[in-house]
Nanobody
């Protein structure tokens, strides 16, 4: 019913920048929170940044001051501007939509994940 499609990953040298985009489509009435998570080999998936429909944002300590999340609520799109990238930022980055209300299923809220996009920071 809802699909999340990420784009913008790739290869970059330390200190470089990348911008990730994620667009949600389907029978969406409202998305409360959209965010980015990442997972490196052998590690658990971790929250990178989230943004609510009201404009509140939350960042992992490891990316504060370097990454910026933004949303276009009307377009169900979320972005992650990543600056000053470090090798430890290398991971698969996943888009997430939380507390999603679907048209016709007004009493329920759902959670969705994208397929992920690879970000590799190499020297």
């Amino acid at each position: 019913q809802v699909q999340l499609v990420e784009s913008g990953g790739g290869l970059v040298q330390p200190g470089g920048s990348l911008r990730l985009s994620c667009a949600a489509s389907g029978s969406i009435y409202f998305i409360n929170t959209m965010g980015w998570y990442r997972q490196s080999p052998g590690k658990q998936r971790e929250m990178v940044a989230t943004a609510t429909s009201g404009g509140s944002t939350h960042y992992a300590d490891s990316v504060k001051g370097r990454f910026t999340i933004s949303r276009d609520v009307a377009k169900n799109t979320v972005y992650l501007q990543m600056n000053s990238l470090k090798p430890e930022d290398t991971a698969v980055y996943y888009c997430n939509a939380d507390k999603v209300t679907i048209m016709g299923a007004w009493s329920n809220e759902y959670n969705y994940w994208g397929q992920g996009t690879q970000v590799t920071v190499f020297s």
